[in-house]
């Protein structure tokens, strides 16, 4: 069953709202209901049906409700859906809120999407107010019609049963996000602090560099024998190394690791040290730590490739180091598990290859690719996947795909054809129809009056190339998106009635869940059955597995 609701209606008073039940297709088949608890009426109407709720903003919803202790269990976000089936019709970008989905439907001016508020920020005096919809239009009315035409527009894709399991996945992933975001992931402010000390030293006054660093800048610039260097800028150290006779083609760590000089080491622990201080150091914990929990804002989709990202807090960037503060609650556990080598595991699956999948049937799909192609050098194995999904094609990486393609034609073939696909500037779809945006046009970047140059052509090559290389690798990583957001979604749902463990973590292919001891075994076999069964989900009935490298732990750095 299907049941729209909105939040804010304007005639069921700042707690009520309204709701319509409707078939899948998007046809009322009630009056709208206007009332005055909407938390009420929609757990009333969660226990008696456990509907999927179309709502405008799926998390926004979750939030509401949270605070009443409601929640619901599936949903159909009006946004996140608006923004996959335009970017499946090619028009990836365009405002998808419920203001620009109907004017839109109505071909009437379609008004920018509001932008997000960072969290925690306070709104401006004169900051814009959101779009709104057009005059006389009720906020569940509008969901009743954008969800009809976007189930028409879904049902006539090519492959309307798989767009539809990614509109559902990625609808759950508004919940999820929500649900994370308000738990937290449980963080040691106190840890975190000992540990800035004993890394950095005493924290500093404001605008005064940590003791450690200073020292390290010090050390570096007499390695170096020039007095007063500032490490953090790259112009000055090149120029250092060049004076010492060591010519640097940028200051990137890998670069540097390949030289030979005892300001090398010295320069890399500064390097390390300063990106935790920026990144994560007194004025993040302050910020962002409370009640010890770390509640960043998670945003599903957030990347082309279907990717989460986070706004604000750095989520999915926690240094290794810096994970030594998050810890368990007392008699609590956390269960951090992440797949097996996912991407080229999603590729024999998408692919269909025999080999590669005969190799995914291994823990160790690098090992058993090595035994079969590469005289078991594991390294080399890898080396060659990775250059195949990535379009590493020169030197020894060159070689290697070359290796593969004779062992996995089809393997190959599948990311090549995508790469082809993309140089031509057409456009490729994860194996759910996720789609990538389309090229850049000169309609972009225009420059009238001037005549096409060789330069032109070159540039335009280059810019094939690479969106060639872009395209080859999203098939690969918006498919493997795609199984990572059915995986969370049903997690959540086999975790959904439980008061002794929370999901509380999601980055790529790596969930935490957050669980009390006594059932740390039966979270570790719900998260592989929950591996299963988005591999049953997305990919069919294929013999690809998905092993999930599960750690259960106190703190998340004893994980890997």
Not at 160 to 172: T, V
């Amino acid at each position: 069953m299907w049941t729209a609701v909105a939040c804010t209606d304007g005639r069921g008073g700042e707690t009520g709202g309204a709701l319509v039940r409707v078939d899948r297709a998007g046809t009322p088949l009630e009056p709208v209901r206007v009332v005055r608890d909407l938390a009420a009426a929609v757990a009333a109407e969660e226990a008696a049906a456990a509907p999927r709720w179309i709502s405008a903003d799926a998390g926004r919803l979750a939030s509401r409700l949270a605070g009443d202790g409601v929640r619901i269990r599936r949903c159909h976000d009006l946004r996140l859906v608006e923004a996959l089936l335009l970017g499946h019709e090619g028009r990836a970008g365009e405002p998808a809120a419920l203001p620009a989905s109907l004017a839109r439907l109505r071909g009437l001016p379609v008004p920018a999407d509001a932008p997000a508020a960072e969290p925690g920020s306070t709104p401006a005096l004169f900051e814009p107010a959101a779009p709104a919809l057009p005059a006389g239009a009720h906020e569940i009315d509008a969901a009743v019609a954008v969800y009809a035409e976007q189930h028409r527009r879904a049902t006539a894709t090519s492959r309307p049963e798989r767009i539809a399991l990614l509109l559902a996945a990625e609808s759950a992933g508004a919940l999820v996000a929500e649900e994370m975001g308000r738990l937290g992931l449980p963080w040691r402010a106190d840890v975190h602090h000992d540990l800035l000390t004993r890394l950095l030293g005493p924290r500093p006054g404001a605008g005064v560099m940590p003791r450690r660093l200073g020292e390290l800048a010090a050390a570096v610039g007499a390695a170096l024998g020039v007095r007063g260097l500032h490490p953090d800028s790259p112009q000055e150290v090149v120029r250092a190394f060049g004076q010492a006779g060591i010519r640097l083609s940028s200051t990137r760590s890998w670069v540097l690791r390949e030289v030979d000089h005892p300001a090398v080491p010295l320069l890399l622990e500064y390097k390390e040290l300063s990106r935790i201080h920026t990144a994560h150091g007194w004025s993040w914990l302050a910020e962002w730590v409370h009640d010890g929990r770390f509640r960043p804002q998670y945003v599903p989709g957030g990347v082309v490739s279907g990717r989460w990202a986070s706004r604000g807090g750095g989520a999915l960037q926690i240094p290794r180091t810096i994970r030594q503060a998050v810890i368990a609650d007392e008699g609590w556990t956390l269960v951090v598990a992440d797949a097996c080598q996912l991407e080229p595991r999603v590729l024999a699956a998408i692919s269909a290859d025999p080999g590669l999948t005969a190799a995914s049937r291994d823990a160790d799909l690098y090992r058993t690719t090595a035994a079969e192609a590469f005289g078991g050098d594991r390294d080399r194995a890898k080396i060659g996947i990775l250059a195949a999904l990535y379009g590493q094609t020169s030197g020894e990486a060159g070689m290697l795909v070359g290796a593969l393609r004779r062992r996995f034609p089809a393997a190959v073939e599948y990311v090549e054809h995508a790469a082809r696909q993309g140089e031509a500037g057409g456009l490729v779809r994860s194996f759910l129809g996720r789609t990538c945006p389309p090229p850049a046009t000169e309609d972009d970047h225009p420059d009238e009056g001037r005549e096409p140059s060789d330069g032109d052509d070159q540039r335009s090559l280059r810019a094939g190339r690479a969106r060639g290389r872009f395209t080859r690798n999203f098939v690969v990583q918006a498919s493997a998106a795609d199984w990572a957001a059915t995986l969370i979604a049903v997690l959540r749902t086999a975790l959904f009635e439980r008061r002794d463990a929370e999901l509380v973590f999601f980055q790529h292919d790596e969930v935490i869940v957050h669980c009390r001891d006594e059932v740390v075994g039966e979270v570790i076999r719900l998260i592989d059955a929950a591996a299963r069964d988005a591999a049953r989900l997305v990919f069919g009935d294929t013999p690809v597995r998905f092993p999930m490298e599960t750690a259960a732990v106190r703190c998340y750095a004893d994980a890997k």
